[in-house]
């Protein structure tokens, strides 16, 4: 069975400042591992994905997520926040190498940024 | 332009009122699936469907039913719905591997 635990439902940071969003999973089977975001009174985009190529993963609007096996981690992380990253931030993990198309979700990190 | 999409985008209902959510699909997915969300608990899967013709549980199937004639649509019945269906659904589609697209979510009251 997989899990995804995210470390704390609420993180507030000042603009300009680093993001990281903590995201630590288990699985059976060498994992897929995505974020997404939801903004306000959206559904979810996909944000990045690690499908075990290369372990550091760029996504859209500047943001990237590191895989770290020995860790069993995938923390997304932005150099610099802007006030429109504000959302909330899905972790998920999918065991596609056992043939699932299934996703796992963590239960979310709302993300603030303060001006 | 790719996309999922689901209708109603919000409905009120009362307690015991069969209602059907419609979600279809234009990127001829295999892979489609419901999930309701609910603050606190993130998104927990209703149902999902392989291919058509084939569907299984997720994790909270009680009180919803779901059917797969065609690819494209895949349509979440509530044959009784009640207060604690109350919720925000999402439908989602994907190839497999390739992460999920959702639709804009339904919002669902039941009063």
């Known amino acids: 069975a997989q899990s995804v635990t995210q470390l704390g439902s609420h993180v507030s940071v000042s603009e300009g400042a680093l993001v990281l969003l903590r995201c630590n999973y288990s699985?059976?089977?060498?994992?897929?591992l995505f974020w997404y975001v939801q903004y306000p009174n959206q559904g979810l985009q996909l944000l990045l994905k690690?499908?075990?190529?290369?372990?550091l993963v760029k996504g859209i609007n500047g943001f990237e997520a590191e895989f770290k096996k020995s860790e069993t981690s995938f923390h997304l992380t932005k150099p610099s926040a802007h006030m429109s990253d504000a959302a909330e931030y899905f972790c998920?993990?999918?065991?596609?190498?056992?043939?699932?198309?299934?996703?796992?979700f963590g239960k979310g990190t709302k993300l603030s940024v303060i001006p | 332009e790719a996309q999922v999409t689901q209708n109603p985008r919000y409905l009120i209902t009362v307690t015991g009122k069969k209602l059907t959510v419609t979600c279809s699909q234009n990127?001829?997915?295999?892979?489609m699936s419901w999930y309701r969300q609910d603050p606190g608990l993130g998104l927990r899967q209703i149902y999902y469907?392989?291919?058509?013709?084939?569907?299984d549980k997720g994790d909270v199937p009680e009180g919803y039913k779901v059917s797969r004639k065609e690819k494209r649509n895949f349509p979440l019945i509530l044959e009784s719905p009640s207060p604690n269906q109350t919720s925000l659904y999402f439908c989602a589609s994907s190839l497999r591997g390739v992460g999920q697209f959702f639709g804009p979510g339904t919002r669902l009251t039941v009063l």
């Open positions: 998920a993990v999918s065991d596609v190498g056992a043939g699932s198309y299934q996703l796992t």
């Open positions: 469907s392989m291919n058509v013709e084939v569907t």
């Open positions: 690690y499908t075990s190529a290369a372990t």
């Open positions: 699985s059976s089977v060498p994992p897929y």
């Open positions: 990127m001829n997915h295999e892979y």
